[in-house]
């Protein structure tokens, strides 16, 4: 399973932008079977959990620097997962991976779960 971000850009504090996470090519992987997380990572910092999504009921978890900014969710039908940021600022600036945990019906905000992962797309929020 190969994963590939899309969305990232540079936005104004108080800006939104919209992350996507999609499966690399035809490759007939179904991102619903997978609990999907996104990370972002700064210059000199390492490796956060921002958000995560569980295969099954859909359970969401979120860090507390995010909470109520950020959304994430799936659309099955087009086989992605978005993650919506609301209210961004400085401090949300850093590269945004997605990752994929075969798990069922949990999700977790440990690096160190996730077997596949993206190239990252690189959010700035600058004024």
């Known amino acids: 399973l190969q994963l590939v971000e899309s969305g990232g850009g540079l936005v104004q504090p108080g800006g939104s932008l919209r992350l996507s996470c999609a499966a690399s090519?035809?490759?007939?992987?179904?991102?619903?079977?997978?609990?999907i997380a996104w990370f972002r990572q700064a210059p000199g910092k390492e490796r956060e959990g921002v958000s995560c999504i569980s295969s099954g009921s859909g359970s969401t978890k979120y860090a507390d620097s995010v909470k109520g900014r950020f959304t994430i969710s799936r659309d099955n039908a087009k086989n992605l997962v978005y993650l919506q940021m609301n209210g961004l600022n400085p401090d949300d600036t850093a590269a945004y991976y997605c990752a994929a945990d075969p798990i069922y019906d949990d999700c977790k905000l440990s690096p160190q779960r996730y077997d596949y992962w993206g190239q990252g797309t690189q959010v700035t929020v600058s004024s």
């Open positions: 090519g035809n490759t007939g992987f179904t991102l619903d079977y997978y609990a």
